[in-house]
């Protein structure tokens, strides 16, 4: 899902209406295969890696990171032999969530894919942009290497178990009409180790952290503000994922969501099986925007609650790329008691995105 | 004391208002003339490296190449390089408008970096659109300056053009961090590669370093990491390039600044000289009252120095006026394009104001020293005597000294320029001067002999004056010797080089009609298939094809240019030397003046080349003369160069027509195969004409300067004329008693006025002749490399000194008119 398909809108890269039509629909029953599906789908107009996850260093403080690489198709230049031709762009984003700072730090990078400066390959995942990258090893794990402005952190994650598709084997439906889709899959349950450099100190850290992919060809259906996501690893080995999509008025459109718990497999939810209820807002004193940073949830018959690692953990890149959203690390409660923890990511709550 | 000094001596100042009045204008005009030359060009210096620094922006380092670019796969590999933060790719292409007499500047970047090296580049969006449109193919964006002299808004189209096609390009938006006053556009590099075919081509990499990076450190490891043509350098070193080339036109004008500053001091020297004669009794008198010599001497110079600090201010203050004056008329580089595009506004320098305003007292100083010796060495009773002037005007024949000073001026045109300046050859001026002014007095005699023959009483009168006191003649004409010799030097300089540019020019223009698609360093090229074309067009004999490009042949020196066409075994070019190279299988190069100069090169030798970032091996098969390309240009075979190249453009095309055919036929056929608004056609008569009017108007500034150092010499025998006239009062009323009339004075004293200045003029002349010989021999040859015919415009001349001889005898006359209005026995009475 994720903030960048606003952030695509809001960088306005002008897509005509027939332009849809030179992009490969996202269609239920295809089959998704790994690692092959892993690397890069250069045809589909946006993709994206994303992992969120939560650090412990050596004196026992936690931290939430977030690291995205995005890809898109422009149609752009597609006729230009020039080897800067804009047909596909890189984006790369990463964030942590320091309470002692008590607010994210983040940093940004695009460029045009132009290997070997940037790109995303086809095969297997590795997604770079200079010395940030996202790379899938053959052994099975993965690294990513990230130096940001203040901040900066070389981890590898192992994956416990397979890639849990998402939707329809696969196949998310995002809105009523089923042609806002996406090809999804997780990889929950990263086992995290590594350094994280802050503050001109280096930290061992180790954690868990959750890795999301998905392409897609559609944009935001025209009469949606905003969507609501998590994505949390639960101490039991389980994984959660839910998302609603909202209309203009702030009403649900659309959920759905998977539910991975150990000894039962992969559970699917439709639409009525998911519920997000606001439980507390915060206002911004930058933005002055209001999130609901804790929420309730229901998945099928099992009910949580979300509260926020810190309230402030808004996004504003507004400077740069236009979008200004909520995003960051949550503790999943269940009867009053953590279960699990992940991440939280709220978009379209300030004004309405740029169509 | 010093009041004492400022009451008796600089108070006498006040005494002779027109004297005074004259020398300080010379001084003046010396400061102004020579301080505005430097302000004009630092501000114009000042306001192009501005431009240049501003649009180089933070970028540590760049990498740069020929004018047609490098392979882009270069980028790659320098972004890589870990001393590199950030490498920031440019396309910069120089694009003709079809239909628009300017040009534009369009910088192909990468939007993705540009922001992190160079901000001033990155373009915005018009309001409400995304942040990404400048991506799309066709997207312009203008900086205001840009948009103002273009008039253009968001939304228009702007037709660029590349090689003969037309491309619309959509204005659709700014450049908010453009230096005021820059006027260029930008675009994303890949639809800048495509719109104007240069695919996987660039011709610049800004570069921001790595933290902790020494800029110097990685200079060297880069440039030898680099292919051959493409090299780094710090961004400012591209206005050292600038500065590099007007700095020659930019010393020659100070020199001539320098002479008139020279003329003025003679004047000082001249109404000093007069002034000391005058008052020999006052000064006496003071000596005899006790005052010592040196406090004399001392309040002598105070004189000078008074004048000489009077005339540096005004001139300082009237410099200034010059060059807003100059900005407002000429531009910023006085005519001579070395700094097109480039408004500059006048900005006071204190560093050159006072350098300027010391030479000006020193002016001062220097040309009351003399005069003052004269004064002090007197022995204070002889003073006292009646007012004897002649002992003081007499003047003794230095030929010791002017031989001297000739053998001086011939050792110093021996040796090269200094940090690429003749400063020999300069100092040889000065000792061309110093000769004529010592053989002043010899000749007096010598030119004056003839007079004796005559029977006239008033010719034996004058001969008799100026034989006995040839101080006079040098006292009044030493102004006008370097006059003459400023203005004869220059006209024969300018006119031989005029004449050799004319003579060039129908040697490099030998066709009927020239075709281009815009100058070789704009966005027009004619491609193979259009040259075809051309020559199909019916009434074409031959087509001459041109290929330019612009080589950097090491890191230091200034890029050279590349001409690629058929040189006919070297016929074609007009060579000024040539050799038998003929046992060398390399191909062969013909290199100009400049070239052979600059690169130490000769006939024989072997030049690398780097074409298509290879070096390619040449033999030096001859040296041609070029006056258009100051830092060197090289000519190859235009087949050699293709096949190093594989570069089949063209830029200009000579056309000869065959037998019988009309040329205005031919010139429209071609104009309709190729479309009017996309080529250029010349007759060879008006690229002649333009060039001419370029040198025409490059030169102007010479001439009016000219003028002023004549104005200034003509002044010397003005006020001598009128100080001698009064002092010699006596003399003339007793010539009335004698029986002349009113009018034989009159005659007398301009047959004095006129045989001054043909003393003048003829040693200015020669002294002119000589100086001539060095500026094209050595000072031009140093400063431009490149030699001319002497072409000296003898009519021209004799007109001038012929004019001047009539205007210093008038002149003679009018200041002596004072002295002849007394009566006669009032003016005898006045001595006893």
């Known amino acids: 899902m994720r903030s960048f398909q606003c952030l695509m809108l809001a960088l306005g890269v002008s897509l005509a209406a027939s332009a849809a039509e030179r992009y490969p629909p996202v269609l239920p029953g295809k089959v998704i295969t790994f690692p092959q599906d892993t690397g890069a789908h250069p045809d589909y107009r946006t993709e994206w890696w994303y992992i969120t996850g939560w650090l412990q260093d050596t004196d026992g403080m936690e931290r939430g990171f977030q690291v995205t690489f995005f890809r898109v198709r422009t149609l752009l230049g597609e006729d230009n032999p020039s080897r800067f031709a804009p047909t596909q762009l890189m984006f790369a984003h990463a964030a942590l969530a320091d309470l002692d700072r008590g607010r994210l730090l983040h940093d940004e990078r695009v460029e045009r894919a132009l290997a070997p400066l940037a790109g995303a390959e086809e095969g297997r995942t590795r997604a770079w942009i200079g010395d940030w990258s996202l790379v899938l090893h053959e052994a099975g794990h993965y690294t990513t290497t990230v130096n940001a402005g203040d901040f900066g952190f070389d981890l590898r994650f192992d994956p416990s178990g397979e890639p849990v598709l998402n939707g329809k084997a696969g196949w998310s439906q995002k809105a009523p009409d089923p042609i806002n889709a996406s090809y999804y899959y997780s990889r929950p349950q990263l086992a995290v180790s590594g350094t994280l450099d802050i503050d001109a100190h280096s930290h061992a850290v180790s954690g868990q952290a959750w890795l999301d992919h998905e392409w897609s060809s559609e944009i935001l259906p025209e009469d949606a503000s905003g969507w609501d996501w998590i994505g949390v690893n639960l101490h039991d080995g389980g994984s959660l994922m839910a998302f609603q999509m909202r209309d203009r008025s702030g009403a649900t459109m659309f959920n759905a969501g998977t539910l991975v718990e150990p000894g039962k497999g992969v559970q699917t939810f439709s639409p009525d099986e998911v519920r997000f209820q606001p439980l507390r807002w915060w206002a911004s004193p930058r933005s002055g925007i209001r999130y609901p940073v804790a929420w309730a949830v229901e998945a099928g018959t099992r009910h949580f609650e979300i509260e926020p690692l810190m309230d402030d953990q808004e996004l504003d890149s507004r400077a740069s790329t236009g979008a200004i959203y909520w995003e960051g690390a949550i503790r999943l409660l269940e009867d009053g008691r953590q279960v699990g923890q992940g991440y939280l990511e709220m978009t379209g709550y300030g004004e309405r995105l740029r169509m | 004391m010093i009041r004492a000094l400022l009451r008796v001596f600089v108070a006498s100042l006040l005494g002779r208002r027109l004297a005074g009045v004259l020398s300080l204008t010379a001084v003046t005009l010396g400061v102004a003339l020579g301080l505005a030359v430097q302000i004009i060009h630092g501000a114009a210096l000042d306001e192009f490296g501005r431009g240049m620094r501003l649009l180089a922006g933070e970028a540590d380092l760049q990498v740069v190449g020929p004018r047609a670019g490098f392979d882009d796969n270069l980028y790659l590999k320098i972004a890589q390089q870990p001393e590199v933060r950030q490498a920031s790719p440019v396309l910069e292409i120089e694009a003709r408008l079809p239909g628009r007499e300017e040009k534009l500047r369009i910088y192909g970047v990468d939007l993705f970096r540009v922001a992190r090296v160079l901000p001033m580049l990155m373009p915005v969006a018009e309001d409400g659109a995304g942040r990404l449109l400048g991506l799309e193919p066709g997207r312009l964006f203008l900086s205001a300056a840009a948009r103002e002299s273009l008039e253009l808004a968001n939304g228009d189209l702007l037709t660029v053009q590349s090689g003969l096609r037309e491309t619309e390009l959509l204005i659709s938006g700014s450049v908010p961090g453009a230096p005021a006053g820059q006027a260029f556009a930008v675009m994303d590099i890949a639809s800048a590669q495509q719109v104007f075919d240069r695919i996987g081509v660039l011709t610049r990499v800004d570069l921001r370093l790595a933290e902790g990076v020494r800029r110097d450190d990685v200079l060297e490891q880069f440039a030898a990491r680099l292919p051959p043509g493409v090299t780094v350098r710090p961004p400012d070193a591209g206005v050292a390039e600038s500065s590099g080339l007007s700095r020659a036109y930019r010393v020659n004008l100070t020199m001539l600044a320098g002479i008139a500053l020279l003329t003025g001091a003679f004047l000082v020297f001249s109404t000093q000289y007069l002034s000391v004669v005058r008052r020999g009794r006052e000064l006496a008198f003071l000596r005899a009252m006790g005052m010592e010599r040196a406090l004399v001497m001392r309040g002598l110079l105070l004189e000078g120095a008074a004048l000489g600090l009077l005339g540096g201010l005004l001139g300082v203050a009237a410099a200034h006026g010059l060059a807003a004056l100059a900005f407002a008329l000429v531009g910023g580089d006085l005519g001579a394009g070395y700094f097109a595009h480039v408004t500059p506004s006048v900005r006071f320098m204190p560093g050159a104001s006072l350098v300027y305003l010391a030479l000006g007292v020193t002016a001062g100083v220097a040309g009351a020293w003399l005069p003052a010796r004269h004064a002090t060495a007197q022995v204070p009773a002889q003073g006292l005597r009646a007012g004897n002037d002649s002992e003081l005007l007499a003047a003794n024949a230095r030929w010791r000294a002017a031989l001297t000073c000739i053998v001086l001026a011939l050792l110093a045109c021996l040796p090269g320029p200094l940090g690429g300046i003749p400063v020999f050859g300069y100092l040889a001026v000065a000792f061309i001067l110093a000769a004529a002014v010592f053989g002043l007095p010899g ?92 020559a199909a067009t019916e009434g074409v004999a031959r087509v001459v094809p041109v290929r330019y490009d612009s080589l950097r042949l090491n890191d230091a020196a200034l890029p050279v240019t590349l001409i690629a066409r058929p040189t006919d075994g070297g016929d074609a070019l007009p060579v000024v030397s040539r050799g038998p190279v003929m046992d060398d299988t390399r191909p062969r190069v013909w290199i100009t003046e400049a070239m052979a100069d600059l690169h130490r090169l000769g006939i024989g030798d072997h030049l690398a080349l780097p074409i298509a970032g290879r070096d390619a091996y040449f033999v030096v098969a001859g040296v041609t003369r070029d006056y258009a390309r100051q830092h060197g240009a090289v000519i190859v075979e235009l087949n050699d160069y293709r096949r190093l190249s594989g570069d089949h453009l063209i830029n200009d095309l000579g056309v000869n027509l065959a037998p019988g055919a009309n040329r205005d036929t031919v010139a429209l056929l071609i104009r309709e195969t190729l479309g009017d608004r996309v080529v250029e056609i010349s007759l060879p008569a008006q690229i002649r004409a333009i060039s001419l009017e370029i040198f025409d108007r490059t030169f102007l500034v010479t001439y009016l300067m000219q003028a002023v150092a004549v104005l200034i010499g003509l002044f010397g025998i003005s006020t001598t004329f009128a100080a001698l006239a009064t002092s010699r009062s006596r003399e003339f009323g007793m010539l009335r008693h004698l029986g002349l009339r009113r009018r034989d004075i009159g005659r007398l004293l301009a047959l004095e006025g006129s045989l001054t200045a043909v003393v003048g003029v003829v040693i200015g002349t020669f002294a002119g002749g000589a100086i001539a010989l060095v500026l094209v021999e050595v000072i031009n040859r140093q400063s431009f490399h490149w030699s001319m015919d002497l072409a000296p415009p003898v009519g021209a001349i004799v007109g001038f000194a012929l004019t001047l001889v009539v205007l210093a005898a008038l002149a003679a006359r009018v200041s002596g008119a004072k002295a002849m209005r007394g009566s006669a026995v009032a003016a005898v009475r006045e001595d006893w």
């Open chain 2, 443 to 534: 000749a007096v005699g010598l030119l004056a002999s003839p007079l004796a023959l005559s029977s006239a009483v008033l010719a034996r009168l004058a001969r008799a004056r100026l034989t006995a006191a040839p101080g006079q003649v040098v006292v009044a004409g030493a102004g006008v010797v370097a006059s003459v010799a400023l203005a004869v030097s220059m006209a024969i300089m300018v006119g031989s080089f005029r004449d050799s540019v004319d003579d060039w020019l129908s040697k490099v223009l030998p066709s009927d009609l020239y075709v281009r698609a815009s100058s070789s360093v704009a966005s027009g090229y004619l491609d193979p298939e259009a040259v075809d074309r051309i």
